[in-house]
């Protein structure tokens, strides 16, 4: 079965440093990959999604991420954290040739930013 | 304003007793999804709807059960059966034009059985 797999439940950064959240997928043909944001209490918001289309893919916040087939990873970047970034990430995945079928979380990763 | 309506945000129920979440969308999405969350084991799925009057069991689904009379519509019951039903539940829904599409989700309910 399709699975992600979250490095770290937990990752903590300085207000400015570089953040950087890791996924990665199990399969052998290249999924389709999303990154999804939670903060407390809420539902979750899109960040970003790799549909193929390129390998660097940016999405909102100021989030990107970077899928690497070689190293079957999905990882989440942002140059700079700010403090609203505290908040829960999850990665998920869809296999490719299984048509449009729910997505598979990961376990998630919980970012806190310190002052 | 389109989006996904889940009501109540808080729930509070006694051991034994059903309940029933409630799941509004009014993007015209055809699928519709519920997940549970637990603290530190990400979204797991337990039912799925395509279409009206159709669904899908997920990972998790003993002790639930959904109904999708309406395609804006797709409410969970959690029943006395589920051994342990305290958790933040999430519904979502997309549309079904390609695999690339992405699932909107709701705000969430969190119940408590006391």
């Known amino acids: 079965a399709q699975s992600v797999t979250q490095l770290g439940s937990h990752v903590s950064v300085s207000e400015g440093a570089l953040v950087l959240l890791r996924c990665n997928y199990s399969s052998s043909v290249p999924p389709y990959l999303f990154w999804y944001v939670q903060y407390p209490n809420q539902g979750l918001q899109l960040l970003l999604k790799?549909?193929?289309?390129?390998?660097l893919v940016k999405g909102i916040n100021g989030f990107e991420a970077e899928f690497k087939k070689s190293e079957t990873s999905f990882h989440l970047t942002k140059p700079s954290a700010h403090m609203s970034d505290a908040a829960e990430y999850f990665c998920a995945v869809r296999n490719r040739n299984s048509g449009n079928t729910p997505l598979v979380f990961g376990k998630g990763t919980r970012l806190s930013v310190i002052a | 304003d389109g989006g996904i309506t889940q009501s109540p945000k808080y729930l509070f129920r006694k051991e034994g007793q059903n309940v029933t979440l409630s799941c509004e969308q009014n993007l015209n999405h055809d699928a519709m999804y519920w997940y549970r969350q637990d603290p530190g084991q990400g979204l797991r799925l337990i039912y799925y709807?395509?279409?009206?009057?159709?669904?899908q069991k997920g990972d998790i689904a003993e002790g639930y059960s959904v109904s999708r009379e309406k395609k804006e519509s797709f409410p969970l019951t959690v029943t006395s059966a589920q051994k342990n039903p305290t958790a933040f539940y999430l519904c979502?829904?997309?549309?079904?034009?390609?695999?690339?599409?992405?699932?909107?989700f709701g705000p969430g309910t969190r119940l408590t059985v006391l």
């Open positions: 790799y549909t193929s289309a390129a390998t």
């Open positions: 979502a829904s997309s549309i079904l034009l390609a695999n690339t599409d992405t699932q909107y």
């Open positions: 709807s395509q279409i009206v009057n159709d669904f």
